[in-house]
């Protein structure tokens, strides 16, 4: 989860130079990577929280517990990623409104 923070607060200085080159609003554009995180990091407690109970109540092992948690963070890695990706390639392409 700390690679959530550490790619928002890279992702926000590229997000604000961007936005500088493309004439956008560069604190609306700069806050997503950060707004993102928040949300997924909110999400990542919510999972690890669901988890722990899970364990209580069915007695798991240590193991099946980490293992799931390994993964349900690794998709909310992914996720987030992908999400950041989509918004980068969103404000550095050129829309077809920019070109007329």
């Not at 961007?18 to 928040?38: D, E, I, K, M, T």
């Not at 799931?68 to 409104?97: D, G, K």
Request: glycine share 4%; hydrophobic share 60%.
């Amino acid at each position: 989860m700390l690679l959530i923070v550490i790619l928002a607060l890279i992702a926000t200085t590229a997000f604000y130079r961007q936005a500088l080159a493309r004439h956008v609003h560069p604190g609306n554009a700069a806050s997503v990577p950060f707004v993102a995180a928040g949300l997924f990091l909110i999400a990542g407690y919510c999972t690890s929280f669901a988890l722990n109970k899970f364990a209580e109540w069915t007695d798991a092992a240590p193991t099946t517990v980490r293992i799931m948690a390994l993964m349900a963070n690794l998709f909310l890695m992914l996720a987030y990623l992908l999400l950041i990706r989509r918004n980068w390639l969103a404000l550095t392409t050129e829309s077809h409104t920019d070109s007329h």
